[in-house]
């Protein structure tokens, strides 16, 4: 998402998305016996999508992000109904066109800086068409 045209998905929500909840952690070691028994059902709508009219799923183009772990073809869930914050990841309109930044609120602007040093800053100020449109809250990664 450098600077292109936004996707947006709404999601689905007609019925529960529930899956199976292990009642333990995840251990990066050993594994635990007690990982073979299951607690109750896990509602990923409720889990994440707790503003259903203010949640779009938005797909990634690009690698600008990829140090904060977002890379291109990831699922964002973006709200926009969380209000940005200084140092949230975000999905920005600027002069036309999206692009998903950690956002550097300033009295007289902001920055839109990518977590890829390959990639510039981005300043916005009073001569820029901005806004933060939605608010990054979850990615949903695919590994291959």
């Known amino acids: 998402m450098d600077k292109k045209t936004l996707r947006i998905f709404r999601p689905g ?15 990066a070691g ?9 607690d109750m059902p ?50 920005c309109y600027v002069d036309g066109e999206f692009t ?7 009295a007289a602007g902001a920055w839109l800086l990518p977590s890829n040093p390959a990639y510039p800053p981005i300043r916005v100020d009073a001569d820029n068409e901005f806004s933060i449109w939605g608010v990054v809250r979850h990615v949903v990664k695919t590994f291959k």
């Not at 929500?13 to 251990?27: D, Q």
């Open 42 to 91: 896990l509602d990923l709508n409720r889990e994440l999508v707790p503003n259903p009219a203010s949640t779009f799923f938005v797909r990634v183009e690009g690698d600008s992000m990829t140090g904060d772990g977002i890379g291109d073809g990831d699922l964002l869930i973006v709200d926009r109904a969380v209000e940005p914050y200084d140092g949230c990841i975000a999905v």
């Open 30 to 38: 050993f594994p635990s016996p007690a990982d073979d028994f299951l």
């Open 100 to 106: 998903v930044k950690r956002v550097k609120l300033e």
């Open 13 to 27: 929500l007609s019925t529960p998305c529930e899956v199976p909840l292990s009642g333990g952690t995840v251990r």
